[in-house]
């Protein structure tokens, strides 16, 4: 698979989060997925997305930077969006919220094996200051 290719893939898996489309989701992450280094599969996997989800109603991932290097990925994807309570244990609670995540992807056979992720919890922290 080429660079081109395994963007391709990633793009149409970003999509596929923000319809919420969880019936497609084994189509792009392996049934052995791991997170952070953790293996959580993919019904585990689901569930964390599903979670996200209903904390953040409004959460939508947008690419902003999107590096391929077969059979990996790097992302920065950043958000602009309003958590209902807590969110990364800050009270967002309602309150609009612009952060980004750095993700590694690691593909196995055109499928998401390996996931690290690091979110900016700084710059939501730096929103929340009284002003």
Request: glycine share 6%; charged share 30%; proline share 4%.
């Amino acid at each position: 698979m080429t660079g081109a290719d395994l963007c391709d893939v990633y793009r149409r898996y970003i999509a596929c989060l923000n319809r919420q489309d969880w019936a497609k989701l084994e189509q792009f992450v392996d049934d052995d997925v791991h997170y952070n280094g953790r293996r959580i599969g993919l019904s585990g996997y689901r569930k964390m997305l599903e979670r996200d989800f209903c904390e953040i109603p409004d959460l939508h991932f947008n690419i902003q930077l999107l590096i391929s290097d077969p059979p990996s990925i790097a992302s920065r994807l950043v958000f602009d969006c309003t958590p209902k309570g807590k969110f990364l244990g800050l009270d967002v609670n309602g309150r609009r919220v612009s952060f980004g995540e750095n993700v590694f992807y690691e593909f196995r056979r055109e499928k998401i094996a390996q996931v690290w992720s690091v979110i900016d919890k700084a710059a939501i922290e730096a929103q929340l200051l009284p002003a």
